[in-house]
């Protein structure tokens, strides 16, 4: 129930002073419910947490970037390693919202190439910081996605230390192996 745009997720001092205007939000929804919607006339505002949620901030450049086409259109990449279905969702300020959903409800990879940052080794991301463009973030971020790369994040950086090498030299296929072992939903039958 609560939004606020212009704040900058990467700043301290941003987020910390959106807490009040987003507590004031909190408020005002409660007594929203509390004087207009039956069965909430006893309710009453235990608490807010002292933390802002932050929706988006920096992305990495990766080896490959996730794009807005690949998310909508329900790609699904050789070297994929991890899957996302959800609607692309991105909020803006008041009551805007972007949502654009996935061609004919499929599911969409997100490469391993997403994950790894350009020219660096040994460093594998994951979550809303993958290699994207906005709008293919604003599918990806979300929880089931974000755990998958979470996943494919952890096997990497396992397959690299367990041979003694740096995650460049870690291939999809491998952790797609790795992954399936697993019980990963990796495989071309899905969706």
């Given amino acids: ?21 987003l507590v004031g939000q909190v408020q005002a929804a409660a007594k929203f419910l509390i004087d207009n919607i039956p069965g909430y006339e006893d309710a009453a505002l235990a608490g807010v947490a002292p933390r802002v949620g932050v929706r988006e901030t920096g992305r990495i450049v990766g080896e490959h970037v996730l794009d807005t086409d690949e998310v909508l259109e329900g790609v699904h990449h050789p070297d994929g ?16 919202q972007l949502r654009r959903y996935i ?8 490469p391993l190439g997403a994950l790894k940052p ?24 979300v929880m089931g996605p974000c755990i998958a790369m979470g996943e494919a994040a952890g096997v990497t950086a396992s397959l690299a230390a367990d041979r003694g090498v740096g995650t ?24």
């Fill in 118 to 141: 350009v020219g660096v080794d040994n460093v594998v991301i994951a979550g809303r910081c993958v290699s994207s463009t906005r709008e293919a973030n604003g599918s990806a971020r």
């Fill in 168 to 191: 460049a030299t870690i291939d999809a296929t491998m952790v797609r192996e790795a992954l399936e072992r697993r019980g990963a939903l990796i495989g071309d039958d899905v969706p």
């Fill in 103 to 110: 061609k004919e409800g499929r599911s969409f990879d997100i």
């Fill in 1 to 21: 129930m609560t939004r606020l745009t212009g704040v900058d997720g990467a700043d301290a001092r941003s987020v910390s002073a959106a807490l009040g205007t």
């Fill in 81 to 96: 390693v991890a899957r996302g279905a959800h609607h692309v969702d991105i909020h803006g300020s008041g009551t805007y």
